[in-house]
């Protein structure tokens, strides 16, 4: 650990210390551990209680069709696309230890505008990112043009306005994650005082 985290409290210090990762192997969540991790995203601000998350657990021998649900997804959203990308989405869906469908359940017209909504089941992924760290397994969050394919949809069991996510790649890590460099903090925040503020990452 640097020294500017090591002066934090041991939770700050935790959460800065995660980094994603998609070298990942056996053993995923248990059933007990994933409900308890999958707990932790119903923990994120939620304006009006509209309760938008919804996760799909996809693992052992389901993944294999539900690989073969997104290429068929890819394939009807592009009929062009490439094989060697259907294989390399082939072989990923089917080996990942556990996926995560992370469906949105979406009112248009609530009361809630509709970008709060979807912030509050974003936030609720990086609770279940959060979590998984710190039960010592390693998640990757990853998405797709074929997402929004209404057939894929329908199949797993969103049904419009529902929408996806994306997908956590969900598992122990292979080897030790190492720390990804992350951008100074000093070019994303400011101090307002009264007047316009400016941010270094944007000179």
């Known amino acids: 650990m640097t020294d500017s985290t090591s002066k934090h409290s041991n939770a700050l ?3 800065l210390s995660r980094s ?11 059933k007990a551990q994933i409900a308890a991790i999958l707990s932790a995203g119903l923990r994120a601000p939620d304006h009006g ?3 938008p998350w919804r996760y799909i657990v996809v693992k052992g021998k389901h993944r ?8 068929r997804a890819m394939k009807s959203v592009d009929p062009d696309v ?23 359940h979406i009112e248009p017209g609530g009361k809630i505008p509709v970008i709060e909504q ?4 974003a936030a609720g992924v990086m609770n279940v990112l959060n979590a998984l760290h710190a039960e010592g397994f390693g998640g990757f969050w990853v998405t797709g043009e074929f997402a929004d394919d209404p057939e894929f949809l329908a199949t797993i069991g969103l049904n419009p306005p529902d929408r996806l996510a994306g997908f956590l790649f969900v598992g122990t890590p292979e080897r030790a994650v190492r720390e990804a460099r992350r951008p100074d903090i000093s070019d994303y925040m400011a101090f307002w005082k009264s007047e316009p503020v400016s941010f270094g990452a944007e000179s």
């Open 118 to 121: 979807e912030m509050s089941a």
């Open 49 to 51: 209680k509209m309760r």
């Open 64 to 71: 294999r069709p539900f690989a073969e649900l997104v290429t």
């Open 82 to 104: 490439p094989q060697k990308k259907i294989e390399k989405r082939l072989h990923r869906f089917s080996e990942m230890p556990m996926i995560i469908a992370l469906g949105m």
């Open 13 to 15: 210090a935790f959460l």
């Open 20 to 30: 994603s990762t998609d070298h990942l192997v056996e053993p995923a969540p248990d």
